[in-house]
Antibody
C-alpha cells in the first residue's frame, strides 16, 4: 500500500522556523517527483514546492521562494519542507503529494508531469503570536 | 502566472442527474510533447484532495467511469454522467504545464 504521512506542523511565532516531513512507503521513492501543496483556512489549494525524483530540480511558488526549502532523503524515503521566516499568511494545512510516473519522450529524455496521484492527510501549521 | 478560472462556483445537482464543471486557463496548457497538462481533483468533506483525472481525460485509479474529462488548449470540462451522493465536494482544476503550478478556485458540488 502506498502511504504518505506528514508530520512537523505546529503553532509557531512569526519569524520562526519549522521543518515538515513526509514519510513515504509502498513505492520506489527516487522514481517520483514529490510536492507540497497548502490550503489556508476556508480557502482553495496553493502549490508550494516540487522536487524531482533525483533531487536535482526544486521549484517554488513566489510566495515562499527564499524562505522555504524542499529536499528529499532517498535512504529514508522522506521529503522535507524547511520553512523559515514564517508569516501569518503561511498558516495552512500542508499536504505532501506524490507525482505520477515520469514521461519519457522518444529520445529517452524524461521529466515529471506533476499530476499528484496520491496525497497525505496533511499537517497543520499555525503562525501566530 | 497562468490563471485558472472555474465555473460555476457552486453546482447544486439532483442525484441521478448529470453535472458539468468548466475550467479555463489564461494560457494554453499544451506542451511540446502534445500533452495538455490539466488535472482535476476533488476534495470531499473532511478529506485530503484526491486525483480524479489527469492529462485532461485519463481517469485516476478507482475513479468510476461516470466521470469523464475533455478539452484542449485553454478550455476544459469535467463531467459526471449521473451524480451520486458520494460525489459531494469541491472540484479543482490544476495546470502543470509550467511553474508556478496553479489551481482554480474550485467548484462546490452540492446535492439538491
Amino acid at each position: 500500500e502506498v502511504l504518505l504521512v506528514e508530520s512537523g506542523g505546529s503553532l509557531v511565532q512569526p519569524g520562526g522556523s519549522l521543518r515538515l516531513s513526509c514519510a513515504t512507503s509502498g513505492f520506489t521513492f527516487h522514481n517520483y517527483a514529490m510536492s507540497w501543496v497548502r490550503q489556508a483556512p476556508e480557502t482553495g489549494l496553493e502549490w508550494v514546492s516540487s522536487i524531482t525524483g533525483d533531487g536535482s530540480g526544486a521549484y517554488y511558488a513566489d510566495s515562499v521562494r527564499g524562505r522555504f526549502t524542499i529536499s528529499r532523503d532517498t535512504s529514508q524515503s522522506t521529503v522535507y519542507l524547511q520553512m523559515n521566516t514564517l508569516r501569518a499568511e503561511d498558516t495552512a494545512i500542508y499536504y505532501c503529494a506524490k507525482d505520477g510516473p515520469y514521461y519519457y519522450d522518444p529520445s529517452g529524455y524524461s521529466f515529471p508531469e506533476y499530476y499528484f496521484d496520491l496525497w497525505g492527510q496533511g499537517t497543520r501549521v499555525i503562525v501566530s503570536a | 502566472d497562468i490563471v485558472m478560472t472555474q465555473s460555476p462556483l457552486s453546482l447544486p445537482v439532483t442525484p441521478g442527474e448529470p453535472a458539468s464543471f468548466s475550467c479555463r486557463s489564461s494560457q494554453r496548457l499544451v506542451y511540446t510533447n502534445g500533452h495538455n497538462y490539466l488535472n482535476w481533483y476533488v476534495q470531499k468533506p473532511g478529506q485530503s484532495p484526491q486525483l480524479l483525472m489527469y492529462l485532461v481525460s485519463n481517469r485516476a485509479s478507482g475513479v468510476p467511469d461516470r466521470f469523464s474529462g475533455s478539452g484542449s488548449g485553454t478550455d476544459f470540462t469535467l463531467k459526471i454522467s449521473r451524480v451520486e451522493a458520494e460525489d459531494v465536494g469541491i472540484y479543482y482544476c490544476m495546470q502543470a504545464v509550467e511553474t508556478p503550478i496553479t489551481f482554480g478556485q474550485g467548484t462546490r458540488l452540492e446535492i439538491k
